[in-house]
């Protein structure tokens, strides 16, 4: 079945570092893929999306890049803040974003 | 306009109990799809609605059940509760044919 797997956390960094959060999925069909974010006690935020292989999805200076050889979608910032201290997860869906497949999330804590 | 709101935030039950947690999608949304998040997990899809129906449904048991109101609303009803029912219960709303899924900030249900 469908699966995504992703880096282990948790994950600490100093502000100003550089941030990359690996995920790689396996998918039946051609999959979207997503990443989402959760603050405390929030629900989820979508963060970027890619539907096709090569796109480069981004927002609030993260991006990541789906590369279907590798099937990957690995998260990268070049300058982490205090504030993007929160849970990411990767996900993936086929035939329609409705049905969402996530992975176990990864716990990123930045230190002033 | 108006997020996905999800009552209650909070809720205790005990083993052999039944829940219903209730859920209103954001404006303009017609389809609703509820996921539970254990803790330390990522979500898992549990079902979704489309036009008051069932169009879709993940891993999960009979005693776990749904609706979905004309108004786009819905309910995910638990019966016969287990301690391993335990989790962070997310409603999204979206479109079926575009996303992203807007997701609530979640029920917490704590079984003992």
């Known amino acids: 079945g469908d699966s995504v797997t992703q880096m282990e956390g948790p994950v600490t960094l100093s502000e100003e570092a550089f941030l990359t959060i690996n995920c790689t999925y396996t998918?039946?069909?051609?999959?979207?893929l997503f990443w989402y974010v959760q603050y405390p006690g929030e629900g989820l935020q979508l963060l970027l999306k890619?539907?096709?292989?090569?796109d480069k999805g981004s927002n609030k200076g993260f991006e990541a890049t789906y590369r279907k050889e590798t099937t990957s979608f690995h998260l990268e910032k070049g300058s982490v803040q205090v504030s993007d201290s929160a849970v990411y997860f990767c996900?993936?869906?086929?035939?329609?974003?409705?049905?969402?497949?996530f992975g176990q999330g990864t716990r990123l804590t930045i230190n002033p | 306009e108006t997020g996905v709101t999800q009552s209650p935030t909070h809720l205790i039950k005990t083993r052999g109990q039944q829940v219903t947690l209730r859920c209103s999608s954001q404006?303009?949304?017609?389809?609703v799809s509820w996921y539970q998040q254990a803790l330390g997990q990522g979500p898992q899809f549990i079902f979704q609605?489309?036009?008051?129906?069932?169009?879709g449904r993940g891993n999960f048991p009979p005693r776990f059940s749904g609706l979905q109101f004309p108004n786009y609303s819905s309910e995910l009803n638990v019966n016969a509760l287990e301690l391993d029912d335990s989790a962070l219960y997310l409603c999204?709303?979206?479109?079926?044919?575009?996303?992203?899924?807007?997701f609530g900030n979640g029920t917490r249900l704590t079984v003992t």
């Open positions: 999204a709303s979206g479109l079926p044919t575009e996303g992203p899924l807007h």
């Open positions: 998918a039946t069909g051609y999959p979207s």
């Open positions: 890619a539907t096709k292989a090569d």
């Open positions: 996900a993936l869906s086929v035939g329609g974003a409705q049905k969402l497949v």
């Open positions: 404006s303009g949304h017609n389809t």
């Open positions: 609605y489309y036009r008051e129906e069932e169009n």
